[in-house]
Protein backbone atom coordinates (compact mmCIF):
# COMPACT_ATOMS: atom_id res chain seq x y z
CA UNK A 1 0.00 0.00 0.00
CA UNK A 2 1.45 3.53 -1.08
CA UNK A 3 1.47 6.32 1.39
CA UNK A 4 1.10 9.40 0.91
CA UNK A 5 4.39 10.37 0.95
CA UNK A 6 4.67 7.85 -2.15
CA UNK A 7 2.11 9.07 -4.47
CA UNK A 8 4.03 12.57 -3.59
CA UNK A 9 7.19 11.14 -5.25
CA UNK A 10 5.13 9.35 -7.90
CA UNK A 11 4.10 12.92 -8.80
CA UNK A 12 7.24 14.40 -8.47
CA UNK A 13 8.48 12.02 -10.66
CA UNK A 14 6.28 12.61 -13.95
CA UNK A 15 6.81 16.09 -13.52
CA UNK A 16 9.96 15.72 -13.99
CA UNK A 17 9.69 13.07 -16.81
CA UNK A 18 7.15 15.31 -18.35
CA UNK A 19 9.46 18.00 -18.73
CA UNK A 20 12.42 15.42 -19.75
CA UNK A 21 9.86 13.89 -22.51
CA UNK A 22 9.78 17.60 -23.68
CA UNK A 23 13.35 18.91 -23.91
CA UNK A 24 14.58 15.90 -24.69
CA UNK A 25 12.61 12.22 -24.36
CA UNK A 26 13.88 9.11 -22.11
CA UNK A 27 11.43 10.47 -19.36
CA UNK A 28 10.28 6.73 -18.56
CA UNK A 29 14.09 6.02 -17.47
CA UNK A 30 12.45 8.23 -14.31
CA UNK A 31 9.08 7.45 -13.65
CA UNK A 32 9.40 3.83 -14.09
CA UNK A 33 12.12 2.88 -11.61
CA UNK A 34 10.65 4.94 -9.11
CA UNK A 35 7.89 3.27 -8.62
CA UNK A 36 9.66 -0.30 -8.41
CA UNK A 37 11.85 1.48 -5.97
CA UNK A 38 8.30 2.52 -3.85
CA UNK A 39 7.75 -1.00 -4.03
CA UNK A 40 5.13 -1.21 -6.81
CA UNK A 41 5.48 -4.41 -8.57
CA UNK A 42 7.72 -4.46 -12.12
CA UNK A 43 5.08 -5.36 -13.87
CA UNK A 44 2.03 -3.24 -12.14
CA UNK A 45 4.68 -0.13 -12.35
CA UNK A 46 5.45 -0.47 -16.36
CA UNK A 47 1.34 -0.74 -16.63
CA UNK A 48 0.88 2.07 -14.85
CA UNK A 49 3.71 3.79 -16.48
CA UNK A 50 1.58 3.43 -20.17
CA UNK A 51 -1.92 4.78 -18.63
CA UNK A 52 -0.08 7.45 -17.14
CA UNK A 53 1.75 8.74 -20.08
CA UNK A 54 -0.71 8.98 -22.64
CA UNK A 55 -2.03 12.34 -22.13
CA UNK A 56 1.46 13.46 -22.71
CA UNK A 57 1.31 11.46 -26.31
CA UNK A 58 -1.69 13.03 -27.31
CA UNK A 59 -0.74 16.73 -26.00
CA UNK A 60 2.58 15.64 -28.66
CA UNK A 61 0.46 14.04 -31.26
CA UNK A 62 -2.23 17.75 -31.22
CA UNK A 63 0.99 20.04 -30.77
CA UNK A 64 2.15 18.61 -34.24
CA UNK A 65 -1.11 18.04 -36.13
CA UNK A 66 -0.33 20.41 -38.73
CA UNK A 67 2.16 18.26 -40.12
CA UNK A 68 -0.18 15.49 -40.24
CA UNK A 69 -2.68 17.02 -42.00
CA UNK A 70 -1.69 16.04 -45.62
CA UNK A 71 0.15 12.35 -44.40
CA UNK A 72 -3.99 10.87 -44.24
CA UNK A 73 -2.53 8.13 -46.43
CA UNK A 74 0.16 7.33 -44.40
CA UNK A 75 -1.79 7.47 -41.11
CA UNK A 76 -4.08 5.07 -42.42
CA UNK A 77 -1.07 2.69 -43.78
CA UNK A 78 0.75 3.45 -40.06
CA UNK A 79 -2.39 3.09 -37.58
CA UNK A 80 -3.56 -0.48 -37.76
CA UNK A 81 0.14 -1.68 -36.93
CA UNK A 82 0.59 0.72 -34.56
CA UNK A 83 -2.33 -0.40 -32.45
CA UNK A 84 -1.89 -3.83 -33.23
CA UNK A 85 1.47 -4.05 -32.15
CA UNK A 86 0.74 -1.98 -29.01
CA UNK A 87 -2.03 -4.43 -27.92
CA UNK A 88 0.39 -7.43 -29.05
CA UNK A 89 3.57 -5.87 -27.06
CA UNK A 90 0.73 -5.51 -24.22
CA UNK A 91 -0.37 -9.05 -24.65
CA UNK A 92 2.94 -10.51 -24.72
CA UNK A 93 3.91 -8.15 -21.18
CA UNK A 94 0.73 -9.73 -19.43
CA UNK A 95 1.94 -13.38 -20.61
CA UNK A 96 5.61 -12.45 -19.55
CA UNK A 97 4.75 -13.10 -15.75
CA UNK A 98 6.33 -10.94 -12.57
CA UNK A 99 9.55 -12.88 -11.90
CA UNK A 100 10.69 -12.94 -15.73
CA UNK A 101 9.67 -9.22 -15.83
CA UNK A 102 11.98 -8.02 -13.12
CA UNK A 103 14.41 -10.11 -14.45
CA UNK A 104 14.44 -8.68 -18.12
CA UNK A 105 14.15 -4.96 -16.75
CA UNK A 106 17.91 -3.92 -16.41
CA UNK A 107 18.17 -4.90 -19.78
CA UNK A 108 15.39 -3.36 -21.02
CA UNK A 109 16.72 -0.06 -18.93
CA UNK A 110 20.07 -0.31 -20.89
CA UNK A 111 18.26 -1.21 -24.51
CA UNK A 112 16.15 2.23 -23.71
CA UNK A 113 19.39 4.19 -22.49
CA UNK A 114 20.92 2.98 -25.82
CA UNK A 115 18.63 4.48 -28.03
CA UNK A 116 18.50 7.69 -26.03
CA UNK A 117 22.18 7.68 -26.71
CA UNK A 118 21.94 7.06 -30.25
CA UNK A 119 19.02 10.21 -30.83
CA UNK A 120 21.04 12.27 -32.30
CA UNK A 121 23.05 10.27 -34.47
CA UNK A 122 19.89 8.95 -35.82
CA UNK A 123 18.29 12.49 -36.60
CA UNK A 124 21.65 13.52 -38.35
CA UNK A 125 21.56 10.13 -40.27
CA UNK A 126 17.93 11.14 -41.44
CA UNK A 127 18.55 14.81 -42.02
CA UNK A 128 21.64 14.31 -44.19
CA UNK A 129 19.27 11.33 -46.44
CA UNK A 130 16.65 13.43 -46.86
CA UNK A 131 19.10 16.32 -47.89
CA UNK A 132 20.66 14.13 -49.96
CA UNK A 133 17.50 13.05 -51.70
CA UNK A 134 18.95 9.32 -50.76
CA UNK A 135 16.28 8.18 -49.32
CA UNK A 136 14.19 5.38 -49.39
CA UNK A 137 10.91 5.09 -51.91
CA UNK A 138 9.27 1.95 -49.85
CA UNK A 139 6.68 3.60 -48.74
CA UNK A 140 3.93 0.72 -48.92
CA UNK A 141 6.34 -1.17 -46.73
CA UNK A 142 6.30 1.10 -44.17
CA UNK A 143 4.18 -0.77 -41.53
CA UNK A 144 6.31 -3.46 -41.51
CA UNK A 145 9.49 -2.09 -39.10
CA UNK A 146 6.69 -0.15 -37.41
CA UNK A 147 4.67 -2.99 -36.82
CA UNK A 148 7.73 -4.45 -34.83
CA UNK A 149 8.68 -0.91 -32.80
CA UNK A 150 5.24 -1.06 -31.85
CA UNK A 151 5.81 -4.44 -29.73
CA UNK A 152 8.51 -3.43 -28.44
CA UNK A 153 6.72 0.17 -27.44
CA UNK A 154 3.60 -1.94 -26.13
CA UNK A 155 5.85 -4.42 -23.69
CA UNK A 156 8.03 -1.63 -21.89
CA UNK A 157 7.92 1.93 -24.18
CA UNK A 158 11.20 3.71 -23.37
CA UNK A 159 12.98 5.00 -26.47
CA UNK A 160 9.63 4.26 -28.43
CA UNK A 161 10.22 7.19 -30.36
CA UNK A 162 13.48 6.81 -31.54
CA UNK A 163 12.75 3.22 -33.10
CA UNK A 164 9.83 4.50 -34.77
CA UNK A 165 11.33 7.69 -36.10
CA UNK A 166 14.59 5.33 -37.33
CA UNK A 167 11.36 2.63 -38.73
CA UNK A 168 10.15 5.35 -40.86
CA UNK A 169 13.68 6.63 -41.58
CA UNK A 170 14.05 3.36 -43.54
CA UNK A 171 11.21 3.67 -45.99
CA UNK A 172 10.17 7.02 -45.82
CA UNK A 173 11.64 9.78 -48.06
CA UNK A 174 10.34 13.51 -46.13
CA UNK A 175 11.51 16.16 -44.18
CA UNK A 176 12.54 15.77 -40.39
CA UNK A 177 9.53 17.57 -39.23
CA UNK A 178 7.00 15.44 -41.28
CA UNK A 179 8.20 12.44 -39.93
CA UNK A 180 8.62 13.81 -36.24
CA UNK A 181 5.24 14.36 -36.84
CA UNK A 182 3.99 11.06 -37.96
CA UNK A 183 6.63 9.30 -35.35
CA UNK A 184 4.14 11.13 -32.79
CA UNK A 185 0.93 9.82 -33.86
CA UNK A 186 2.49 6.33 -34.10
CA UNK A 187 4.08 6.33 -30.85
CA UNK A 188 0.09 7.34 -28.99
CA UNK A 189 -1.74 4.89 -31.21
CA UNK A 190 1.02 2.14 -29.52
CA UNK A 191 0.45 3.79 -26.30
CA UNK A 192 -3.00 4.40 -26.08
CA UNK A 193 -3.70 0.86 -27.47
CA UNK A 194 -1.41 -0.70 -25.11
CA UNK A 195 -2.81 1.55 -22.00
CA UNK A 196 -6.44 0.17 -23.48
CA UNK A 197 -5.10 -3.28 -23.15
CA UNK A 198 -4.33 -2.92 -20.16
CA UNK A 199 -7.31 -1.15 -18.75
CA UNK A 200 -8.92 -4.37 -17.06
CA UNK A 201 -6.06 -6.07 -16.05
CA UNK A 202 -6.18 -5.61 -12.89
CA UNK A 203 -2.74 -4.11 -12.61
CA UNK A 204 -3.64 -0.28 -13.29
CA UNK A 205 -2.84 1.52 -10.17
CA UNK A 206 -5.30 4.25 -11.03
CA UNK A 207 -4.53 6.62 -8.04
CA UNK A 208 -1.21 6.75 -9.07
CA UNK A 209 -1.54 6.70 -12.27
CA UNK A 210 -4.08 9.79 -12.31
CA UNK A 211 -1.72 11.70 -10.10
CA UNK A 212 0.79 11.18 -12.83
CA UNK A 213 -0.80 11.72 -15.59
CA UNK A 214 -1.28 15.36 -13.95
CA UNK A 215 2.26 15.57 -13.11
CA UNK A 216 3.66 14.67 -16.46
CA UNK A 217 1.47 17.06 -18.29
CA UNK A 218 2.54 20.00 -15.86
CA UNK A 219 5.83 18.78 -16.72
CA UNK A 220 5.40 19.05 -20.60
CA UNK A 221 4.50 22.82 -19.51
CA UNK A 222 7.15 23.46 -17.72
CA UNK A 223 9.52 21.89 -20.35
CA UNK A 224 8.31 23.91 -22.92
CA UNK A 225 9.30 26.75 -21.09
CA UNK A 226 12.57 25.84 -20.65
CA UNK A 227 13.26 25.18 -24.45
CA UNK A 228 16.13 27.00 -25.61
CA UNK A 229 17.33 27.90 -21.95
CA UNK A 230 18.35 23.89 -21.35
CA UNK A 231 20.58 22.37 -23.64
CA UNK A 232 19.04 18.99 -24.84
CA UNK A 233 21.84 16.68 -25.35
CA UNK A 234 23.22 17.07 -21.77
CA UNK A 235 19.99 16.86 -20.29
CA UNK A 236 19.72 13.56 -22.71
CA UNK A 237 23.21 12.73 -21.05
CA UNK A 238 22.04 12.82 -17.71
CA UNK A 239 18.84 10.81 -18.22
CA UNK A 240 20.79 8.01 -19.76
CA UNK A 241 23.52 8.05 -17.13
CA UNK A 242 20.75 7.77 -14.76
CA UNK A 243 19.52 5.19 -16.58
CA UNK A 244 22.68 3.11 -16.49
CA UNK A 245 22.73 3.62 -12.66
CA UNK A 246 19.28 2.01 -12.52
CA UNK A 247 20.37 -0.92 -14.52
CA UNK A 248 23.20 -1.46 -12.30
CA UNK A 249 21.19 -1.24 -8.97
CA UNK A 250 18.70 -3.68 -10.47
CA UNK A 251 21.33 -6.05 -11.92
CA UNK A 252 22.76 -6.14 -7.78
CA UNK A 253 19.68 -6.16 -6.32
Not at 79 to 92: D, Q, R
Not at 136 to 162: C, D, M, N, Q, R
Amino acid sequence: MLTSLDHLFAALAALAAGAINALAGGGTLITFPVLTFLGVPAVSANITNTVALCPGYFGGTLAQANDLKDQKKRLWLLMPASVIGGVLGGFLLLRTGEKLFTDLVPYLILLACLLLAIQDPVRAWLTRRMTEGHGPKLEALTWLPVSFASIYGGYFGAGLSVIVLSALGLTLEDSLTRLNALKQAAAFAVNAAAAAYFLFSGHVLWTVALIMAVGALLGGWLGGKLAGKIKPSTLRWTVVTIGVVVAVVYFVR
